[in-house]
């Protein structure tokens, strides 16, 4: 026997002498066993494979507070936004930290007259889109339009000055305001109630500010993450048809019709009375929409051409405007969107709902509304953050948005994000930095202060062509398919969402978006994934049989791989399924007439952690196979498995020399000791288990 | 060059032809370049593991049907419990069927005289222990003793015809009844309006069953498994102080005292008046608490005098209960049990609130009440099971358990468990089935047809004492320390939960217990672990830098760890985390002018699956990377991995010669292609990445 093996041994025997579990009268004997086995394992050429078990070292242990710090960095900064901080001045820690809490503080300075050509061109490009979207998707709102002006004029200015991302465009979005007139329809009517209407939506849009920002404060903005992108995919999907189904009434001209969203409700409405269809509308708005989708289709294929999508909308509201104009049309039942007052935001702050009964369903809108909001801005954000390759903070651009709601609820303004159509618009139009925002800010201005008479004879047809435009562009067909092609459960996800939507409500095709997402988090962290390995002949890479036909079995073991860490939401499942594996294996070698089984080993290298619960279910596994005369190896444990398992002295629970470095070793050895002796003979020195402290 | 390995570059070239991402010109250039990667990786002698990247085999694509199928299985199904149903006649699997229901059928066929001699005894000495017990919890329920023994009486007959478990003793709880009383306490006085009170209890016992029924028939009974062993131990240990604090009043013999149970305000009830504290009363007590602690500890080391403990309570009883009518000691302001009625259980199905505002409440009552009922009883019975080998199928256990106290509602009996000591005591007193349950029925019913005259002059502070002896033994101490030893994330859960129903109340302990447990899955479920890995020295084992000192980077090349499946709740953060390792390492190497970063090597091994969102992000990384000049290259990817790359039609995307097998197979391939070429020259032939059809 070589020095090294022989060291080796003596490593593992100390450690069970400093145990306490061993006795000098088995010294001999069990000198004999180890010489028998290293000859044995020499005998496959994997001595040089041996020198490695003191791999296994015990790692040195963690303080607990730096442990928790770890923890706390990694869950609540990790991002690591404070590593520009790292060996500087006190001045320049002083200048980082407030350029981080106002951005604009960070590019104002470095900013140029190229920069301002870019960003006043691509200003003016989602002014031009924001002004009728505003109008329009207050419509949508059920508030009043002149209220989606003011929502396009002071939101993206303080976004300017708090946000992080160069992209994003501020405003009303149009999912989001029919997310807003469904819930808001819930408590109050806005036909009979008009004024607690809008009082609602205002404080429903200050608490979604609070919730928001509150989020990026206490930096637990990751739960935006719990969401699947799939389940996203068909809500958007689905609350686009909604809106567009809805849209039909504008078109229609019809006077009475259904608030619900829901396909059958909406198509009960329009096939009631075909007789009151007014052909008026539905002439303008065919014409119309046709223009909006040409030239949206025009811009998407010649990229130069960006401008052209971005101005249809408002030039469709100019033509007919004009054309009601002159042919007096609201007399014909054409209806119109009326005087929109002149001038600047009102303060409402006096009008906010801050106690009463009105207070709660308030802070429960903008709960959910808010969330929306949320997850849509990041996400857009983030898209064009990748695509431009610089990074956003979410947490911080949380409480950007957050004041942004905060802020302009308190200057009659309703519930905005970034909207994915006007970001896009505004990253094809070449913008650098947010001030493209106050460009489109500064126009929005112009208008409330001097233009809004220009609106009085604007067609409700026209705003509801121009939201069916927008929407029917959000009507993600590709991505559906996308989603379908590669992963049926997350097509059943995004299914669920849309189908939801299409058919219940909005706030339902919501629920089932979240709760089929949590339902997947659950699934995987209940169900963890293991796999029967095999050894990949003329390999030593061991893979799933049953994934892998050129992978056999090893006779007389059972590997076994637990692909997932260890804890108490899963270690019960884990430890039930090992041994129904075992069962299964013993049944088949029995129906075969195959080599008994000997060992189980576990292939723990997925395991990154184990908890106390996840201790007791692995040892009670130990126990149970024990008593079968079956014996457990541990392949590949991670530092925290053996870590728990050293603190918790099960170290000599399971033997030291049956806790191994690589899968590789571990089958190794217990062939060798298979085919040279039997197990009782190797396992002679072998103490009983210690009763478990746990019971 | 060998055939295989000229082989294997065809078949790479083949897939690269196959999606046009190819062209005749540069055939030349390619060869030239496989010539000089092939000679410089047969320089490091890894020629045979080139021939294992066809080990990277597109799996073969299961149905979705058969996927869905699968995962049903798995997450509804995971003991597999039809399992005996396979290959039998249909007579057989009618028999089985039934068995299944009524487990009482398969086990009775086999009883013999020796299985019912060891019942009888374990029986008796249940009873003799669930007679006081059941008296006791019923006064810490605030409802009249009598439906203490009722509870005793039915719950066990239902049980022993649908249960499992052949250890579990079932009847009222301690930590059980002191939660429904403070349930109750919250919607119903019960000085000043007792029959409500008792109604209320009934109801919330008749849902209470209702959900554990669902629970079990709907197979999503794995939801019990989402609370965290430390946090219950914490959550057990606090209740049992309180419980313990609270019997300072029958102790001490005070009349007023507070119906709180936290800390604060019972020390302050305590303190209050001293002087009219009853000598007597703490006598007795201070006799009896002595007596009872003695024979459990004489009982715990002497395993064959298991019946001390066991009928230490019942004695106590008799005793006091004699002193009491001897000394007339009730004349002297010694509370006493006073009259029990006889006979068996009245019905009570008629004054169940089934309807009305109490209904809602009882709801609300029973869902908490029950879920606690049942993940004590589920947790015990498991302990059991493991104990004596045999499994229980959790599901079918809650049905079971739903049945009795659905049952047993409607027959004045309230919420009942499977209590740890109580078992415990059936345990080590060998029953052997359920009809130990049947037998302890069986004695507590000949005590209310004809005993309950006995217990008139109990005092109640011998109520107190046993309750006292009962908890005093939950308190686990011991446990408490091994949590604090192997697990600090463990311990501060505990602790939270322990402090939360010491100082503030029962139900906020346990939202607390509850919401850390869900703390830690979201922990581990959206900040996974990544590491970087570096080669131990004369291996080719690639284990984590930061915890073997031994483990070393290979210069030019960062490879990390993934350990986790990737899907939606934490892809972004993945994604921000590799970008934020390659910063830390590119600025390191900067500092200390070492070998420019060139590859980045992702070790898949952990990553189980992937969903769109993760693809979706992966993609990004490689789109970043790229850009800044650096290779990906994907290690060990998994089944789930290889499938929806390939379904996604990502695997030109990253060039399938940079998927690779092994990690070992990685890093010896990039390093070869360092040494010998630069990254431009051997990506001559890469064409621009295709635009992402997600965006």
Redesign the interface.
């Known amino acids: 026997m070589g020095d090294v093996e022989r060291g080796v041994w003596k490593e593992a025997d100390q450690a069970h002498d400093n145990n306490g579990l061993h006795s000098q009268a088995d010294d001999s004997k069990k000198t004999k066993l180890h010489e028998t086995e290293i000859e044995a394992s020499r005998a496959f050429g994997v001595a040089h ?1 041996l ?2 078990v003191h ?1 296994v ?1 015990m ?1 040195t242990p963690k303080s ?1 507070l730096h ?2 710090l770890d ?1 706390s960095k ?2 609540l900064f ?3 936004p404070f590593r520009q901080f790292r060996n500087q001045s006190r001045r320049r820690k002083c200048l980082l930290g407030m350029q981080y809490a106002l951005p604009i503080l960070e590019w104002g300075p470095q900013y140029n007259f190229d920069f301002f050509k870019s960003d006043l061109i691509s200003g003016i490009t989602i002014a031009s889109l924001a002004i009728p979207q505003g109008i329009a998707y207050a419509k949508l709102a059920n508030l009043p339009p002149i209220i989606g002006l003011y929502s396009s004029f002071l939101p993206p200015l303080l976004y300017a000055l708090f946000g992080s991302s160069r992209d994003l465009a501020i405003g009303p979005g149009s999912i989001l305001s029919i997310l807003v007139a469904t819930l808001l329809r819930q408590d109050v009517n806005e036909e009979t109630n008009p004024e607690a209407y809008v009082r609602l939506a205002f404080t429903a849009t200050f608490f979604a500010g609070v919730f928001q920002a509150s989020l990026g404060i206490f930096r637990i903005g ?1 739960i935006t ?6 389940a996203v995919v068909g809500f958007i999907t689905g609350a686009a048809i909604a809106v567009s189904l809805q849209q039909l009434r504008g078109v229609l001209g019809i006077v009475h019709f259904t608030n619900k969203a829901d396909v059958i409700s909406v198509m009960h409405a329009v096939w009631e009375h075909p007789e009151k269809w007014s052909w008026r509308t539905i002439l303008i708005s065919i014409c119309f929409l046709t223009f909006l989708l040409v030239t949206k289709e025009i811009s998407k294929r010649k990229t130069n051409l960006f401008w052209l999508a971005a101005i249809a909308p408002l030039v469709s509201v100019f033509l007919s405007t004009l054309f009601v104009f002159l042919t007096h049309a609201e007399k014909h039942n054409v209806s119109i969107v009326g005087s929109l007052k002149k001038g600047l935001n009102p303060v409402s702050a006096n009008q906010l709902y801050l106690y009463g009964p009105y207070a709660m369903k308030a802070m429960k809108i903008g709960l959910i509304s808010g969330m929306v909001a949320l997850t849509e801005a990041i996400a857009v954000g ?2 064009f953050a ?2 431009k ?1 610089y ?1 956003i903070d ?1 947490n911080k651009e949380m409480i950007a948005l957050g004041i942004v709601n905060l802020g302009s609820s308190c200057m009659s303004c309703y519930l905005t994000t970034g909207a994915v159509s006007r970001t896009a618009v505004n990253y094809h139009a070449g913008c650098k930095t947010a001030v493209s925002n106050i460009v489109m800010a500064t126009i929005v201005m112009i208008t409330l202060l001097a233009l809004t008479p220009l609106f009085h004879y604007t067609p409700d047809v026209i705003l509801a062509t121009i939201i069916l435009a927008a929407v029917l562009g959000l009507i993600d067909l ?2 559906i398919y ?2 379908w ?6 097509f059943l996800a995004c299914m669920g969402a849309c189908l939801g939507v299409i058919f219940i409500s909005i706030p339902f095709g919501l629920l089932i978006a979240v709760g089929i ?1 949590i339902g ?2 659950l ?7 293991t796999a029967i390995l095999g050894r ?1 002949s ?2 030593s ?1 061991y ?2 049989i049953e ?2 036909s050129n992978a056999s079995q090893i006779p007389g073991i059972l590997l076994i791989r637990i ?3 260890i ?4 270690s ?2 884990l430890k ?2 090992i ?2 594996w075992v069962d299964d294996e013993e049944q088949s070698i029995q129906e075969r007439n195959g080599v008994p089984l000997q060992y189980v080993i576990l292939d723990l ?2 395991v ?2 184990i ?3 996840g ?2 279910d692995l040892t ?1 596994v130990q ?2 196979l024990q ?1 079968r005369s079956l014996q457990l190896a541990l392949a590949s444990p991670g ?1 925290d498995v053996l870590d ?1 398992l050293n ?2 002295d099960f170290i000599p629970l399971f033997g030291q020399r049956w806790i191994f ?2 899968v590789c070793q571990a089958v190794q050895v217990c062939s060798a000791i298979a085919k040279e002796m039997s197990l009782d003979q190797y396992n002679e020195n072998s103490k009983p288990i210690p009763k478990n ?3």
């Open positions: 494979e020198r490695s791999e070292v790692p607990t442990e928790f923890i990694e869950m990790p991002d690591n990751f993450d719990f969401i699947s992108h799939a983030r898209t990748t695509l390759d990074q979410g590709k991505g996308f989603i092609k590669v992963d049926k459960l997350d997402s997947k988090i699934l995987n962290v209940t169900r963890p994934h990949i003329g390999t890479i893979q799933d994934h892998y692909d997932s860490a804890y108490f939401s899963n019960n499942y039930e399924r041994l129904r290298t997925p990154t952690s908890d106390t619960t201790l007791s009670n126990t149970v008593r530092i728990k603190k918790a470095a690589t402290p746990m019971f």
